[in-house]
């Protein structure tokens, strides 16, 4: 079963609007971390944001925050203000228990930041 | 800080060929990780480490292996090269705590033909 699911392939959003990305998890560790990175066309994973299972606020990392619904499994990306250099492909993570530090990713979200 | 090095930065293969992927990190992290990435695709582990000496498979190991015979590195070693084998492949390291980030190499492009 797929741990972490990305339902969006693709977006487009203007330049200076917020978007929204997609992403749900399926764990039954009752402590687990979240991750997000960025991977532009250049290749490179670039790391965005992390939020653990026990925060009790929502992360934030400049124009990045984490809308974490931990009842619904959800642990949404969001992107204020968009720029151009915001088009890239980015990617849900998860990191399940206390003692395990691999992460499984989801298949991805491309972003498009228009004019 | 030149964090995680990967080489080569590219390469082709043909069928039944060997090759090592090399991998280095400075950042004395105790955990590494190869992932491998199909076009359009999230990334799958192929084989972790947590240390040296310590080796274990991930999710898709069929065709590869590993040795972590320091902490600094973790070469990945591909036996008779497939088409299936065709993929970009990250190296990453990581701290031993939860919150710690996986810090990845940028990547080496592997064609098999």
């Known amino acids: 079963a797929q741990k972490i699911t990305q339902t969006q392939p693709g977006m487009f959003v203007q330049e200076k609007e917020a978007v929204t990305l997609d992403c749900t998890y399926d764990?039954?560790?009752?402590?687990?971390?979240l991750f997000w990175y960025k991977q532009p066309s250049s290749g490179e994973m670039i790391f965005l944001i992390y939020?653990?299972?026990?925060?009790?606020q929502n992360a934030t990392e400049g124009r990045y925050s984490l809308n974490f619904q931990k009842a619904r499994k959800s642990a949404n990306l969001v992107i204020s203000a968009s720029q151009l250099g915001d088009s890239a492909m980015y990617f849900c993570a998860m990191r399940e228990g206390q003692n395990d530090y691999k992460l499984s990713f989801g298949a991805g979200t491309t972003v498009t930041v228009r004019a | 800080n030149a964090g995680v090095t990967q080489t080569p930065k590219f390469r082709i293969l043909k069928i039944g060929q060997s090759m090592t992927l090399q991998c280095t990190q400075d950042?004395?992290?105790?955990?590494m990780y190869w992932y491998r990435q199909d076009p359009g695709m999230g990334l799958k582990l192929i084989y972790y480490?947590?240390?040296?000496?310590?080796?274990d498979k991930g999710e898709v190991p069929n065709g590869y292996n590993v040795s972590r015979s320091t902490t600094e590195d973790f070469p990945l070693r591909l036996e008779l090269a497939a088409p299936s084998q065709t993929s970009v492949y990250f190296c990453?390291?990581?701290?031993?705590?939860?919150?710690?980030?996986?810090?990845f190499g940028n990547g080496t492009r592997l064609t098999v033909t």
């Open positions: 764990t039954s560790d009752q402590s687990y971390g």
């Open positions: 939020q653990g299972s026990y925060d009790e």
């Open positions: 950042m004395n992290h105790n955990y």
């Open positions: 990453a390291s990581s701290y031993m705590e939860g919150n710690s980030p996986l810090h």
């Open positions: 480490s947590v240390g040296a000496g310590i080796t």
